[in-house]
C-alpha cells in the first residue's frame, strides 16, 4: 500500500495529466475554430440554417450544405433580396452571395468560385386547360424545343410570368426586358424568399412562367407542360461570388477546395439527380461533367 506522501504525489501526477490532456484538446479546439475564416452570406438562407435541415430543401440548399460542411469556414446568413446581396456583398470584405449565374458584369464585381451546382436551364410551364397551349406545344421544335421569341410574336397578348429578383441568362433577360415585350411580362418580387411562380399559373394570373425544373419538380401536377427553350442553355450552372478582396479570395479558396473534393462524389451526385428525370439521366450525367471542370485551370 502507497503510503500517504506517495499516495499525494501519484493524485498530483494523474492531476496534472489529466489538465495537460484537457489544455490540449482545448488549445487544438481554438486553433481549429481559428483556422476557419469567418464569412457572410447574404442570400435566401435564414440565420439559423445550418442548424436545421428540412426534408424539402431545394437542391441549391443541399449542395451548399454539403460543401460548407466540409470547408474550414465560419459561415453566418442573411437573408436578403439577390439585388440587396449585390449591394451588401460589395461593402462587406467578408461578404459572399451563392447561386450566382456567370454573367459578365458580375464577374468584373466579384470573384467567383468554380461552380458548385448544374442544373437543367430555365423551361416554360404551360397548364394543359389554357387556352394557349395547344398552339405553344404545336411550336416544339425536332429536339423539344420551343423559341420564346416566337411564342410572343405569334401571341401578342400571352402573360408570362417571372421573379423580378431573378436573372434569366443573357437571351431570356434581353427578351423580357425589350421595351416591346413589357406588357408581356408580370413579375413576382420574391424579397428574401424563393419565388413561388407556379402559384401565378396554378391561379390563372399569367398564361405561362418561366423557371428552373428542379424548383417546380414537386410543384407542378400532370396536366402542366413543361418545354426546354431554345434561348437557354441546357445545362445552367452557379456559382458563389464574394467581394473581391484578400478575404474573399481567401474564402473563395476553400470553397473551391471544398468543391473539387465533393463534386465527382457519388452523393454529391446523387443529389443533382434526384431532380432529373430518370429518362434524361444519362445525358445530363455527361453534359454535368463537362460542365462542372470546365472553369478548372
Not at 490540449?24 to 438562407?45: D, E, G, H, I, Q
Not at 448544374?118 to 423539344?144: E, F, T
Not at 431573378?166 to 421595351?179: E, F, N, T
Request: a neutral charge.
Amino acid at each position: 500500500m502507497l503510503k500517504p506522501a506517495k499516495r499525494t504525489a501519484s493524485c498530483w501526477r494523474r492531476i496534472a495529466h489529466i489538465c495537460t490532456v484537457s489544455a490540449l484538446l482545448t488549445l487544438s479546439f481554438n486553433l481549429t475554430a481559428l483556422s476557419k475564416l469567418p464569412v457572410m452570406f447574404y442570400s435566401k438562407m435564414p440565420a439559423d440554417w445550418m442548424e436545421t435541415e428540412p426534408s424539402d430543401e431545394l437542391l441549391s440548399f443541399r449542395t451548399l450544405r454539403m460543401l460548407l460542411n466540409h470547408a474550414e469556414l465560419s459561415p453566418r446568413f442573411m437573408p436578403v433580396s439577390h439585388s440587396r446581396a449585390e449591394l451588401l456583398t460589395k461593402g462587406d470584405r467578408a461578404g459572399c452571395m451563392t447561386g450566382v449565374l456567370d454573367l459578365a458584369d458580375r464577374r468584373q464585381q466579384f470573384i467567383f468560385s468554380l461552380p458548385y451546382l448544374a442544373v437543367q436551364g430555365i423551361h416554360l410551364y404551360v397548364n394543359a386547360d389554357s387556352p394557349y397551349a395547344q398552339s405553344i406545344l404545336s411550336q416544339q421544335s425536332a429536339n423539344d424545343k420551343a423559341s420564346l421569341e416566337a411564342l410572343l410574336k405569334q401571341h401578342s397578348a400571352l402573360l408570362i410570368g417571372v421573379d423580378n429578383d431573378r436573372g434569366y441568362g443573357a437571351a431570356l433577360d434581353g427578351i423580357l426586358q425589350s421595351p416591346q415585350h413589357q406588357r408581356n411580362v408580370v413579375f413576382r418580387h420574391s424579397g428574401a424568399r424563393i419565388g413561388e411562380l407556379w402559384r401565378m399559373l396554378e391561379e390563372g394570373r399569367v398564361d405561362v412562367v418561366l423557371d428552373y425544373p428542379f424548383i417546380m419538380k414537386d410543384k407542378v401536377h400532370q396536366r402542366t407542360h413543361s418545354l426546354a427553350l431554345t434561348e437557354s442553355t441546357p445545362i445552367e450552372t452557379a456559382y458563389i461570388a464574394c467581394n473581391k478582396s484578400p478575404s474573399g479570395q481567401a474564402i473563395i479558396r476553400r470553397l473551391n477546395q471544398a468543391i473539387v473534393a465533393r463534386r465527382f462524389q457519388q452523393d454529391y451526385i446523387d443529389l443533382h439527380l434526384s431532380v432529373i428525370a430518370e429518362d434524361q439521366r444519362g445525358d445530363y450525367l455527361q453534359q454535368y461533367k463537362n460542365v462542372m471542370q470546365a472553369d478548372d485551370e
